[in-house]
């Protein structure tokens, strides 16, 4: 059944791209074995071409038998201008887009004051990840320190892996910092002895497994500034 339906899907993604109908007019898409979705964030530099793109994209997925999410689907004016033209139509400040895991906002750089898209990790994304932390913590609170430990440090690595980029070091902290207190709440409630563990004493078994999250994702012109250090850009 899995291989079936990645079958269909894949045909699907295929159609969605060359508009075949013939790959797809097989297929029964309403059905729950054959259903899935698709994020998709489209930028324009006007209004009236995005309402254009917006209208033929939801003929396209009627011919498939799709149709778009109506709490999901929306036109914001984001970009470079939109802060400007809407404190000049006394509007509030540009509405924000959640995508792949981030919420995604105009900003300002600090060093210049340009414009730059800043992403922060998603609110319900880390408080799902904690709560699944949490659980699994509590399942394992009787087992010894150093093999949770290890599991959970792989856990927070994971985690940096994917939402350690520019400008959402400040929301890893408070990952950071919710989780320790998390992890210590479960330590305490092992026995009464543990009741009295203080963060004094916890702080280094905190600190081992728990490491301090930095940028991993640097923007392109530091990494290529990196790899050429000491280089010459003709190699």
Same mark, same amino acid.
């Given at each position: 059944?899995?291989?079936?339906?990645?079958?269909?899907?894949?045909? #699907?993604?295929?159609?969605?791209?060359?508009?075949?109908? $013939?790959?797809?007019?097989?297929?029964?898409? =309403? /059905?729950?074995?054959?259903?899935?979705?698709?994020?998709?964030?489209? %930028?324009?530099?006007?209004? =009236? +071409? &995005?309402?254009?793109?917006?209208?033929e994209f939801r003929e396209?997925?009627?011919?498939?038998?799709?149709?778009?999410?109506?709490?999901? *689907?929306?036109?914001?004016?984001? %970009?470079?201008?939109? #802060?400007?033209?809407?404190?000049?139509?006394? +509007?509030?400040?540009? +509405?924000?887009? *959640?995508?792949?895991?981030? =919420?995604?906002?105009? !900003?300002?750089?600090?060093?210049? %004051?340009?414009f730059i898209v800043w992403?922060? *990790?998603?609110?319900?994304?880390?408080? &799902?990840?904690?709560? $699944?932390?949490? $659980?699994?913590?509590?399942?394992?609170?009787? +087992?010894?320190? &150093?093999?949770?430990? $290890?599991?959970?440090?792989?856990?927070?690595? !994971?985690?940096?892996?994917?939402? &350690?980029?520019?400008?959402?070091?400040?929301?890893?902290?408070?990952?950071?910092?919710?989780?320790?207190?998390?992890?210590?709440?479960?330590?305490?409630?092992? /026995?009464?002895? /543990?009741? @009295?563990?203080?963060?004094?004493?916890?702080?280094?078994?905190?600190?081992?497994?728990?490491?301090?999250?930095?940028?991993?994702?640097?923007?392109? /012109?530091?990494?290529?500034?990196? *790899?050429?250090?000491?280089?010459?850009? @003709?190699?």
């Amino acid at each position: 059944m899995g291989r079936e339906w990645r079958s269909d899907h894949d045909r #699907a993604i295929e159609a969605l791209q060359t508009g075949k109908l $013939a790959a797809t007019d097989r297929l029964n898409l =309403t /059905s729950p074995n054959h259903s899935f979705t698709l994020d998709l964030v489209a %930028g324009f530099e006007n209004r =009236t +071409e &995005a309402e254009r793109f917006l209208q033929e994209f939801r003929e396209r997925l009627a011919k498939f038998g799709l149709e778009l999410h109506a709490d999901k *689907t929306r036109l914001i004016e984001f %970009g470079r201008n939109a #802060a400007r033209n809407r404190k000049q139509r006394g +509007e509030g400040k540009p +509405e924000t887009f *959640t995508f792949l895991g981030f =919420t995604h906002y105009c !900003g300002k750089r600090r060093s210049d %004051g340009s414009f730059i898209v800043w992403r922060e *990790t998603a609110k319900k994304r880390m408080v &799902a990840t904690l709560h $699944a932390i949490k $659980a699994e913590l509590v399942r394992r609170r009787h +087992e010894p320190t &150093a093999p949770v430990g $290890a599991w959970l440090k792989k856990v927070v690595l !994971g985690y940096y892996q994917y939402h &350690a980029v520019p400008g959402n070091l400040d929301h890893l902290r408070v990952f950071m910092h919710r989780l320790r207190n998390l992890w210590r709440a479960v330590l305490v409630r092992r /026995s009464q002895r /543990s009741q @009295m563990l203080s963060w004094q004493r916890l702080n280094p078994l905190l600190d081992r497994w728990i490491p301090v999250p930095r940028v991993l994702h640097p923007y392109p /012109s530091v990494r290529f500034a990196a *790899t050429i250090q000491g280089k010459s850009r @003709m190699r």
